[in-house]
């Protein structure tokens, strides 16, 4: 091998020094010959004859080394480029269609890449599994669940884990090497600057190195440190390190206030780390804290509150692993029955578990750049056909030289490889730049959406999709070109008019574009119809001008329900008297906020309670959310506590609690040991989750009458005109009362509801922009089909024009034809249409994946750009001179 | 296997002088036209079965000598006995006859 690739770099010397030795051959011989009486020229053409065709020896010796494939691939190449260059405007076309194909594949693919294909930024992620908590249908009576979830969080009947059945899990099973419970609590961090709220997250102690972390200076937490009244320590990130503490190296001797509590500074965590949690939310997470459970809560199998995160043992499989749950879980079952019955826990690999709720909508906007990628590759080998058709002459002058059919085909399959190589070049180019619009455009909430970059992966994957579509777009023209009968194709040269299968191949190509165009226009309708709707979609409350923000108290300085309550009342009061507050309101949580839910029992049927949204609001809640009141009256400041508990509630409620009954003066109550509370009124029902939730059943309490087991936290004003302009304003009030409280989450109502529709406005944005530019791509396949065959017809229609027909006739002829290519390719279109549309159902809203209208809306539109595009070769037809069109011929 | 047998015998020959040799040893009844030696001797170089040095004629002109290596040297041996087995299956075939 070494020898022929020193041969090959030396083939010039080389192919000199078999020369050299050949005329010594045949010089030697003439001599001989000579010696023997033949004259000198008789001498060496004899020689010549003996020694047969000399350039034939030396391409033979050159080919026995093997190199003759390369050299003439270099040549095909190199001819491929020149033949390329000549016709820049031919080029350019192909290559920017490309481009845009595949840079917004790549765009799209490296947002897949990073949320879904790459592996969790943990060792051995593969061991990783989340663990959560399944309920059935029928609720156990003790049981409320808050606190955030992760992942595919509000799944029915998921919920997270109760730190009591943690404690079996942990120690019954044989499948995990470690389990961790971790949840999202953030504090107030005092002492340092300006008060601030920063995230952190309470875990168990193993919590680390079941992720396969440690504390790079410092130590990780012990079992001692998670005992209930251990010294509170904590483990700070790095990010945390730099920013707060200077990157101070003695920081592990500090400490931290947090929420009031002096909590000492044990460990750093290496740079970059991240929870599980902070892999589906932005917000950077500073700090952790064992969680210390105290033995009440380690007593109470019904309170679901922590996520859970495990790391399987070794050789451990997840079905072993579930089996092994499902034993402990059916034990749990029979010995607390209370809280534990239809409650089974569930494992998932962490890395599926956290991308759950995005997968689908990926895996489409995946698909849908493939369509487009497919597009212009139809696009392209089109335009090739068009090409080769005009190169007929060239061709068929290479076969008469005797060309092979191989070489030809070759040739032309060079030609689309190094297109494809150049599309693949815009398309990376382009592809970085849309991928940085995506990025602007993309929701925060995507998994791992911070993450993405472009690596080596991405360009891999391009540069085979490019290679791929290369030999795709080139088969078609190579195979026609190497077809090319050298006699008939010199013959019908002169009119350059391609065969017969050439006009059907370029007809299949166009159909074949109109169809995938409307497979993606039809899924664009179909989301962008869901999207009005659920834009259309009442909330049951006014969120225009209202501002809302979250006032978290530290139980430490507030530990009683009646001084938070103290608290709101004052800033309240403050509020109120700024200019330009219409009202004021403070809950638990304002509505798409998060909230508190859980069983309620009424007098009619004290023993099976609904599942219901409970909230804790104040007397202005319902003015300034404006949420109307239908019957009885809201609350007053004279319903504290001493006076008669009393409720509101929605009229789902009231239908569902109090059927064929008036439910003022009835009697409900959350939970077996909480008072009777008396219903007062009925409000409109609201939508707390956003438009796409669900209308539940909800009760309202009393915020002045604190029996509730939540704490407030969420104060809303609305205004007479731009909300924004009274966030220092109320944030002055705060510090007023408390200089060390922060105020956090500070956003209009107007806000809240546009963010929680963001994800679904960036898929129908996308798949919308995706549509538009395969329907642009259709267009102008087919203004290129038509113009080209009107060109090329021009001699039939002069004739036609020239014995009578009128140019109406004409532009008929031309529209048939377009008509024909549309009609076939909305038929195919269609069809794919309705197969792949399965694949969208779980994104829509409202409405059916076979939703005529987006179906008809979709053929419209196609049909009347393609007919407007069509128009214009039809009428160049129809204006012909039939002198000049004949004369051209 | 005529070349390697001819190098064998004689040491290192340019491309005109083993085909004189051939020529001579088998008194013309083999006469090959003379070009394909040289694409012969590519292959041969590239299995390495010789090698090739540039040097001076007689004559004082640059020519290419070849001359065997000892995978040159097996590679006959296996030819030849390989022949050997032709030649007396067919020789066997001829005395039945």
Redesign the interface.
Same mark, same amino acid.
């Given at each position: 091998m070494f /020898? =022929?690739l020193r &041969?090959f770099l030396d083939r010039n010397r080389e192919a000199a020094? #078999?020369r +050299? +030795? %050949?005329r #010594? &051959?045949v010089e #030697? =011989?003439a001599r001989q010959l000579e010696q023997h009486g033949i004259s000198a020229e008789e001498a060496r053409s004899m020689a010549q004859r003996?020694?047969?065709? /000399?350039s %034939?020896? +030396?391409d &033979?010796?050159? +080919? /026995?080394?093997g190199f003759g494939s390369w050299e003439r691939l270099g040549q095909d190449v190199r001819l491929a480029a020149r033949s390329l260059r000549k016709t820049p405007g031919f080029t350019a076309i192909a290559v920017l269609t490309l481009g845009l194909g595949l840079g917004m594949n790549t765009a799209v693919f490296t947002v897949v890449d990073a949320v879904m294909l790459r592996a969790l930024p943990y060792p051995e992620p593969g061991r990783l599994v989340s663990l959560w908590e399944e309920v059935k249908r029928e609720k156990p009576d003790d049981m409320s669940s808050h606190g955030s979830q992760l992942g595919s969080a509000g799944r029915s009947g998921r919920t997270t884990v109760s730190q009591a059945n943690l404690v079996d899990y942990r120690n019954r099973t044989k499948s995990f090497s470690r389990l961790a419970a971790f949840s999202l609590t953030p504090k107030n961090l005092t002492g340092v600057g300006t008060p601030e709220r920063i995230a952190g997250e309470t875990v168990d102690w193993p919590f680390f190195s079941v992720l396969g972390v440690a504390p790079v200076p410092g130590r990780d937490f012990l079992p001692e440190d998670d005992r209930f009244g251990a010294d509170p320590v904590v483990i700070v990130t790095h990010e945390f390190w730099l920013r707060h503490l200077g990157a101070d190296p003695q920081a592990l001797a500090q400490s931290l206030n947090l929420d009031g509590s002096t909590y000492r500074i044990i460990g750093v965590l290496p740079p970059a780390f991240r929870s599980p949690t902070q892999l589906t939310i932005p917000d950077e997470i500073a700090f952790y804290v064992p969680s210390a459970a105290s033995p009440k809560l380690l007593a109470s199998h019904g309170d679901h509150e922590v996520n859970v995160v495990g790391r399987l043992r070794p050789g451990v499989t997840l079905q072993a692993a579930q089996n092994d749950l499902k034993l402990v879980s059916s034990a749990l079952a029979r010995q607390y029955p209370g809280s534990n019955r239809n409650v089974s826990a569930a494992i998932a690999p962490l890395a599926d578990d956290l991308v759950s709720g995005v997968r689908q909508s990926l895996w489409v906007l995946l698909g849908a750049t493939a369509l487009i990628v497919l597009i212009t590759c139809v696009n392209v080998a089109n335009l090739l056909l068009v090409r080769a058709t005009a190169r007929r002459h060239e061709t068929s002058v290479r076969f008469a030289l005797g060309a092979s059919r191989l070489r030809i085909a070759r040739q032309f399959l060079a030609e689309s490889l190094l297109l494809a190589l150049a599309g693949c070049a815009a398309g990376i180019l382009l592809g970085r730049l849309l991928m940085k619009v995506l990025l602007a455009l993309a929701p925060k909430t995507i998994p791992l959406i911070a993450t993405v970059t472009m690596d080596w992966r991405v360009f891999a994957v391009a540069a085979a999709i490019a290679t791929l579509t290369g030999v795709a777009f080139g088969l078609a023209p190579a195979w026609q070109a190497a077809q090319t009968k050298a006699s008939e194709a010199l013959k019908t040269a002169a009119r350059n008019t391609g065969g017969r299968s050439q006009v059907r191949w370029r007809a299949v190509l166009t159909a074949t574009e109109v169809a995938l165009s409307l497979v993606l226009l039809v899924g664009a309708g179909l989301l962008l119809k869901s999207f009005v709707l659920l834009m259309g979609v009442d909330l049951g409350f006014q969120p225009e001008r209202v501002l809302a923000m979250n006032v978290n108290l530290p139980k430490l300085r507030y530990p009683t329900p009646e001084s938070r309550l103290m608290f709101y009342q004052q800033l309240e009061e403050r509020v109120r008297a700024l200019p330009g507050v219409q009202s004021v309101a403070y809950a638990n949580r304002m509505p798409l906020r998060g909230g508190w839910g859980g069983d309620v029992e009424t007098d009619l049927a004290p023993e099976s309670g609904p599942d219901v949204d409970l909230q804790a609001v104040s007397p202005g809640y319902f003015e300034t959310l404006g949420i109307p009141l239908m019957r009885g009256r809201g609350f007053t400041p004279a319903d504290r506590n001493g006076a008669p508990p009393v409720a509101v509630v929605n009229q789902t409620f009231a239908r569902q609690c109090f059927p064929n009954t008036d439910p003022l003066g009835h009697r409900v109550r959350h939970g077996t040991g909480a008072p009777w509370m008396t219903v007062v009124g009925v409000v409109n029902d609201i939508r707390r989750s956003g438009k796409d939730g669900q209308i539940r059943p909800q009760v309202y309490l009393s915020a002045a009458q604190t029996g509730y087991p939540v704490a407030l936290a969420d104060f809303a004003v609305r205004t007479a005109s731009d909300p924004r302009q009274l966030v220092k304003g109320v944030q002055a009030q705060v510090w007023s009362l408390d200089k060390d409280q922060p105020v956090t989450a500070v956003h209009t109502f107007e806000e809240i509801v546009t963010a929680a529709a963001a994800e679904r406005r960036f898929q129908t944005t996308l798949l919308a922009t995706f549509a538009t530019v395969a329907l642009g791509l259709a267009v102008i396949g087919l203004f290129g089909v038509l113009s080209y065959s009107v060109s090329q017809r021009t001699g039939e229609l002069g004739i036609r024009l020239a014995l009578g027909a009128r140019p109406r006739a004409i532009l008929g002829l031309v529209l048939r034809q377009a008509g024909g290519l549309i009609g076939t390719g909305v038929a195919l279109g269609l069809a794919a249409a309705l197969a792949l549309t399965r694949y969208l159902q779980s994104l829509l809203f409202g409405i059916q994946r076979t939703d005529w209208t987006a179906y008809a809306a979709a053929v419209g539109l196609l049909a009347a750009i393609s007919m407007l595009a069509a128009l214009v070769p039809a009428r160049r037809g129809s204006k012909l001179d039939p002198m000049a069109a004949l004369r051209e011929e | 296997m005529l070349i390697l047998k001819t190098l064998a015998r004689s040491g290192p020959l340019h491309g005109f002088e083993i085909a004189e040799s051939i020529r001579k040893t088998t008194e013309d009844i083999l006469q090959v036209e003379e070009g394909s030696l040289y694409p012969a001797l590519q292959r041969m170089l590239i299995k390495a079965w010789i090698v090739g040095e540039w040097g001076k004629t007689e004559e004082n002109r640059r020519a290419r000598y070849y001359r065997l290596t000892p995978e040159g040297h097996q590679q006959l041996a296996r030819e030849l006995a390989r022949y050997g087995r032709v030649a007396g299956a067919i020789a066997r075939i001829l005395q039945t006859a």
């Open positions: /020898a =022929r &041969h020094d #078999l +050299e +030795e %050949m #010594l &051959h #030697l =011989r003996q020694f047969g065709n /000399a %034939m020896v +030396e &033979h010796s050159r +080919e /026995a080394w | -």
